[in-house]
């Protein structure tokens, strides 16, 4: 028996003395790394392996990131990827419409049924944040120079540039003297080994490299007599600096441009001692040469018109500037400014509208949570997501008369909505195909139950892309109908087909738990056949299996990158298919693109995984819950 | 007589005393038995008629577009050639000169043996009362026989008859070697890989268990294809090409790219390293080497007998391995070995010359990414396996064990691991059977795999069915194989109980 008196009168212990108080080392930050990096010499050699592979490579791949790789593949296209590149410009809102009902859905969803943690609207407003400020406080930053290189023997290239009235130019000619051993490091920035095209100032640079470091030819000794030209859309000479006169002076030409149009920027040689040895670079600054974007260049053409013809047949005007760009190192602030603001600028129209969503359907779903009783909450909840059904069909295919919309070719989908919609449809439309599958499987019966096994194994022993494979030359002869579908269908069912299969095996585990007891009880109580399966086993054994079903989503999400290889344009395709336009340079791309691509698959699988998880520890999976 | 009178007001009349007699048996209709029955017919007669139904449309809108379906498509020349492989013209030319009675003697033994093979397993398992083992290696067994013989028939088949240089057959089987080889170094590979991370993902250290974890997150919530791509272009682009710049043969030529070295090359095409070649003197050193495993064998049973015996420790790897080494070294003395040039190998160096690359082996770039992609991803699944798996073993059975006086290997590989694999076992082999799918993946960076073969056979002859079924049945026996493997395996490391 405790003295209550006592217990209300808490006294704290008194601060213990230097001497009885734990050591530095096991409290605190102190403690922390000692118990979980250093808790013996093994761990700590661990922890110091770690860090140093760790270190490797994460410094080389921001290194990389930031410095020398160009995402403007990224967001240049940001509509490809989103819906191809065939799908008609004039209907795109459409489908950003029925992502935003989506999302709100989704909103409303998340809000009702389970608990908002408070970073996740943080986290949306942060991106939405720097979405902000980024652009404005990297506004200043000028982007580097470009560097054109130039020889005796190279054909100095006429570079063709738009320019708006009012921007100051500044071009230089820089000659290279240094002796010695050649820097190639230097010139990292080129974009170095495109190799199946060749690149000319690649190639032109590691012969000079070579001659160099073999002696054959001392950059010191130059005695070219170059000088800069800028030209208007005619032709004719604007604006004219200096010539170098054989000797290695820089020389430069500060120029205003005087109204809007096409220019061209050239180097010419002097008629008399045009000289006979020597490199130079070309310095252009403040200056972005040719945006390599279809919507970017059709975009130029109605501004400023047809850019110049080339003034001799010889020399071709350059419109690629990847091939003759040099980046360099860029530093954080460039890379901020030019890689990131443009991502952001594209990107920020659909994201506000995307985040209001978000946040007004947490509210609705959190309001009705707490003031509407639940079961009406949660049948206004389930009866949006059934109205919206009508809604989405007519934005994404149908179309509608009396709106004034046309119906959408299914041929002409592509990107990240493809490729959701094919892993949406696969899962959806295969779910009662794989529920009969399973039943089948289960069945007394010999030979349903072989034919159902015979069906499940074997697709699920073949790779999806032998599947494809038949959806693409064979299904097209099974009957006169299936000639005329378009590929996008036809993949549609082959992945219907495919996750039926893997979606059976699922199901049956989910059959296998449910007691046999329930079943004889059921019997006993005279249901029939029918009555059992439907009131009795499938609920308990659906109920189990909706973890393992997300994680097929989640697979199925995966496996619709192969449709790439059939030649469809989701977002894997899309991604391929701008790569392989070598004209505009962005073969050397890859590693940007792919990147990119990968990035936006591990958001979506990692989100469905983390709630694949939420939902498992809610209990979703558990055999019997007493309320829904 | 009472009882026939309360007939009409007895509520379940199937219950009857009676319900057996002719005047009041149920109708056929509502028969169970009966009912079954022709259920069964009524979906075997559907499922037929709809097969018949698609052949028959199948096969007329294939005349109709001018492809008859040729089942003997096989038989014909296979134009374009695959980017790596069996060599047929050099390494593999004596399966040319291969006559009919040789082929014949060899196909059937094959299938006597995989019969006799399938027929052991089947019996074995009978014996041990697993009914439904013995039926899958039964029926597996055929199957995998069957298609075997056929394969190796075609393979075996005298092309001059044909006058070409190879069959489609033969780039199958070629497809199907190279298939196989990216799959057996991808297992391996991503094997040690994934228990590498298992453990990983399990350590107390907190960077080495977070590390672990974002591994397995980024590598399994991303498609292979984008990986691979990923890996291919990656070293496509940061490597140097010999057709662009022939000239580089000197590291000091390249730069910065340094990629040359005497001992090995290393470009868009691929890792070219140095190849060993057998001399006469390698039979002794093989010999040798058989010899040292043999008698690390021996040795290691005494050890063990001596450990059951005395209680004494066996310490079986101090005495395997300086043993094994010893025999290795003696072989290689006995071989001449000593100057290292006159050793059982001679080796052939790989050299530039022109714009080609020659001698030495050469390892494509499209195995290397293929390969690197495989085992990134299925090892970052084998190490959430590795993972649950260790994880079910209690703690309490690790505490027990360390208090007996075992230490950490010991702990490992005599109480964890036996108790573990039991879990690890179906889903590892699971993962193997998806690296065989996946590898079809290949051909999205050009790796010379069966999928590629015949997807050129089938841009060549138009032939799709043909070759969409022998695609079907020959990565179902891959999957067959590794699943009976596993089920082996499996039972091998099955708790027995009564």
């Known amino acids: ?628 | 007589m009472s009882v026939i009178e309360d007939q009409g007001t007895n509520r379940f009349p199937h219950q009857s005393p009676l319900r057996h007699s002719a005047a009041h048996s149920i109708p056929f209709y509502r028969d169970i038995r009966i009912l079954r029955i022709v259920v069964q017919v009524v979906f075997a007669i559907l499922f037929i008629g709809t097969l018949a139904l698609v052949w028959v449309s199948l096969t007329n809108n294939l005349k109709d577009s001018g492809i008859a379906l040729d089942f003997g498509v096989f038989k014909r020349r296979f134009g374009a050639g695959l980017p790596e492989g069996l060599d047929f013209t050099s390494e593999w030319s004596w399966v040319n000169d291969v006559n009919d009675t040789t082929r014949t003697v060899v196909v059937s033994l094959w299938v006597v043996v995989g019969l006799a093979l399938a027929g052991n397993f089947t019996y074995r398992a009978r014996r041990q009362k697993e009914y439904q083992q013995s039926l899958v290696y039964a029926v597996a067994g055929i199957i995998l026989t069957v298609l075997t013989a056929l394969a190796l028939r075609g393979f075996l088949m005298d092309i001059q008859a044909y006058l070409a240089p190879t069959t489609i057959t033969r780039a199958i089987v070629t497809g199907l070697y190279n298939t196989l080889k990216v799959v057996l170094v991808s297992v391996v590979a991503s094997t040690l890989l994934g228990i590498l991370v298992g453990i990983g993902l399990l350590s107390k250290n907190f960077l080495l268990r977070n590390s672990a974890k974002v591994y397995t997150e980024i590598f399994r919530n991303t498609p292979l294809l984008v990986q691979l791509i990923l890996v291919y272009q990656a070293a496509y682009l940061a490597l140097p090409d010999p057709r662009s710049k022939p000239s580089i043969t000197s590291p000091e030529e390249l730069g910065p790219f340094r990629f040359y070295e005497p001992f090995y090359i290393l470009n868009v095409r691929g890792l070219y390293l140095p190849k060993l070649i057998p001399t006469e003197t390698f039979l002794y050193f093989f010999v040798a080497i058989v010899a040292g495993i043999i008698a690390a064998y021996l040795v290691r049973r005494w050890r063990l007998a001596l450990q059951e015996s005395t209680g004494q420790p066996a310490y079986t790897w101090r005495f395997v391995i300086p043993l094994f080494l010893g025999f290795t070294v003696i072989g290689w003395l006995l071989a001449g070995g000593y100057p290292l040039e006159r050793g059982p190998f001679s080796v052939e160096y790989s050299q530039v010359g022109g714009f080609n690359i020659q001698g030495g082996t050469e390892i494509t770039m499209f195995f290397i990414a293929l390969f690197i992609s495989l085992t990134l991803y299925t090892s970052s699944f084998i190490a959430d396996i590795v993972r649950a798996g260790i994880q079910s073993v209690p703690y309490g059975q690790i505490e027990a064990a360390r208090s007996m006086g075992l230490r950490g290997p010991q702990v490992l590989t005599m109480i964890v691991l036996p108790q573990a694999l039991r879990l690890i076992i179906p889903p590892l082999g699971n993962q193997y059977v998806n690296i065989g799918k996946n590898s079809s993946l290949g051909v999205a960076v050009g790796y010379g795999d069966m999928y590629l073969a015949v997807s050129i056979a089938n841009n060549e002859s138009g032939q799709s069915v043909p070759f969409f079924v022998g695609l079907m049945l020959t990565y179902l026996s891959l999957s067959l194989f590794f699943s009976v493997l596993t089920n082996s395996v499996n039972s091998l490391t099955r708790v027995r109980t009564r």
Not at chain 1, 46 to 73: C, M, N, P
Not at chain 1, 385 to 399: N, R, T
Not at chain 1, 434 to 463: H, K, M, N, Y
Not at chain 1, 483 to 491: A, K, S
Request: aromatic share 12%; hydrophobic share 50%; glycine share 8%.
């Open chain 1, 1 to 628: 028996m405790t003295n209550n008196a006592n217990q209300a009168m808490y006294v704290a212990p008194p601060e213990p003395p230097a001497s009885r108080r734990p050591p530095a080392t096991e409290v605190g930050i102190l403690g922390w790394l000692k118990h979980n990096l250093f808790s013996s010499l093994s761990d700590s050699i661990r922890t110091i392996v770690t860090i140093s592979v760790l270190g490797w490579f994460l410094y080389g791949f921001l290194d990389w990131a930031i410095t020398k790789a160009q995402w403007e593949v990224v967001f240049l296209n940001l509509r490809t990827l989103g819906v191809g590149p065939e799908f008609p410009a004039d209907q795109v809102w459409r489908i950003n419409l029925w992502a935003y009902i989506l999302i709100f859905l989704l909103a409303v969803s998340v809000g009702f049924w389970s608990r908002i943690r408070f970073w996740i609207p943080g986290i949306l407003l942060a991106i939405g944040a720097a979405i902000l400020i980024v652009p404005l406080i990297t506004q200043p930053v000028q982007e580097p120079p470009i560097y054109y290189y130039v020889d005796a023997d190279y054909t100095i290239r006429q570079v063709q540039f738009v320019a708006e009235a009012g921007d100051e130019l500044l071009f230089r000619l820089d000659p290279y003297t240094e002796s010695g051993d050649f820097d190639l490091e230097r010139f990292d920035g080129f974009i170095a080994n495109e190799n199946e095209y060749g690149n000319t100032a690649w190639d032109e640079l590691s012969d000079a490299t070579r001659q160099v470091n073999r002696g054959a030819l001392d950059p010191a000794l130059f005695d070219l007599n170059l000088a800069i030209q800028v030209w208007d859309n005619n032709g004719e000479v604007i604006a004219e600096s200096a010539y170098t006169e054989g000797s290695p002076q820089t020389v430069q030409l500060d120029w205003e441009v005087p109204e809007d149009g096409w220019y061209v920027v050239t180097l010419v040689r002097a008629e008399e001692n045009p000289g006979e040895q020597g490199i130079a670079f070309l310095e252009v600054n403040n200056l972005e040469v040719f945006s390599s974007t279809p919507f970017a260049r059709n975009a130029r053409l109605e501004k400023f018109g047809e850019p110049p013809e080339p003034r001799c047949t010889a020399c071709n005007i350059e419109t690629n500037r990847n091939d003759l760009r040099f980046v360099g190192e860029r530093s954080f602030m460039q890379w901020l400014s030019l890689q990131v603001a443009p991502y952001f600028l594209e990107i920020r129209k659909f994201y506000f509208i995307a985040l209001v969503t978000t946040l007004a359907g947490f509210a609705l779903g959190w309001v009705g949570k707490h003031y509407l009783p639940k079961k009406t909450m949660s049948r206004v909840v389930v009866v949006l997501w059934l109205l919206s059904l009508p809604v989405q069909f007519v934005l994404i295919k149908s179309g509608a008369p009396f709106a004034n919309l046309d119906p959408l070719n299914t041929a002409n989908f592509g990107g990240i909505f493809l490729t959701l919609i094919l892993a949406a449809v696969s899962i959806i439309v295969s779910f009662p195909i794989g529920v009969a599958l399973a039943l089948g499987r289960q069945s007394d019966l010999p030979v349903i139950s072989i034919l159902c096994t015979g069906f499940i194994e074997v697709l699920r022993g073949v790779p999806l892309i032998t599947l494809l494979f038949m959806g693409r030359f064979i299904l097209p002869f099974i009957a006169d109908g299936l000639n005329d579908v378009d590929m996008v269908i036809r993949m549609a069912i082959v992945m219907t087909l495919f996750t039926a299969a893997y979606l059976a095996e699922v199901v049956r585990g989910g059959l296998q738990i449910v007691n046999k007891g329930q079943v004889e009880a059921a019997k006993a109580l005279g249901l029939n056949a029918v009555y059992t399966t439907n009131l009795i086993v499938l609920p308990q054994a659906l109920r189990a299996v909706i973890p393992a079903i997300m994680g097929q989503f989640i697979s199925i999400f995966k496996d619709t990158s192969l449709v790439a290889l059939v030649g469809l344009y989701e977002i894997t395709g899309a991604m391929k298919q701008l790569l392989s336009q070598t004209q505009i340079g962005y073969s050397a791309l890859q590693r940007e693109g792919y990147l990119y691509i990968g990035i936006v698959y591990f958001l979506f699988c990692y989100l469905l995984a983390a709630a694949s998880r939420k939902l498992e520890q809610s209990g979703a999976g558990a055999v019997r819950r007493d309320t829904l």
